[in-house]
């Protein structure tokens, strides 16, 4: 067993709120720089630049994770993580179908580059990714673990697109069993305000849209990683996220 560093929540330059020189590689870079084992790309209503940072995050060692962080019917945003990168690329399509068509004002929310492992800009997204999908918060489990994910509420502890804040308190439906905080500091006041995050597990996320977002190592998954491979870990990552650990 090992200390695995984690952060599931990180934005590429697909999303339209996120630098430009967020990069696959300048992520992967950063990330290694702060000392992180595992790391998720998490874009807007799409994985495009997944494939493009499993190859970026290969070269320094790090263990990617692919992504997305879905923005719900209701406006919440939803971390969805998949241990197959095939899985979220058929998540990306199915979600795909379910946006919302608005035309994308680069001169208002910023450039949505799709990207190739050597951070080369192979295309761009014309319609909108941040804006709300058909996909209501009550599905989202069902459709992520549909293509075998794992989903949790984003930023709980925010105002803007957390689940709290938009519902008024944390849903016993649909039973999510993680939430993301991201500040971890507000964790125990949050569990005395809302009770019903006493039973699910939490995890930090940056949700980094800046390099400079990207947090120093801190929290962490004790893993067994013998005999050692990204798959395995990444296996194991997933069945305590799933609840399939004994």
Partial sequence: ????????????????????????????GMAALAGLNIVALTDHNSCKNCPAFYAAAKKQGIIPIAGMELTTAEDIHVVCLFESIDDALAFSDEVDSRRIRIRNRVDIFGEQYIMDGE??????????????????????????????????????????????????TFPVFPPFEWAEFHDAEKINSYKERYPLLQRVGTVIGSDAHYLWDIRDKEHFFELDDEPYSSDFVRKKLFQILKGETE
């Fill in 1 to 28: 067993m090992n200390r695995y560093y984690y952060d599931f929540h990180i934005h590429s330059c697909l999303s339209p709120c996120a630098e430009n020189d967020m990069t696959p590689n300048n992520i992967a």
């Fill in 119 to 168: 951070d080369e800009i192979v295309g761009t997204e014309d319609d909108l990714l941040s804006n709300a999908t058909t996909v209501t918060v009550d599905e989202a489990p069902t459709l992520v673990k549909k293509h075998n994910g794992v989903c949790f509420p984003a930023h709980v502890d925010r105002e803007a697109n957390g689940i709290i804040s938009t519902l008024g």
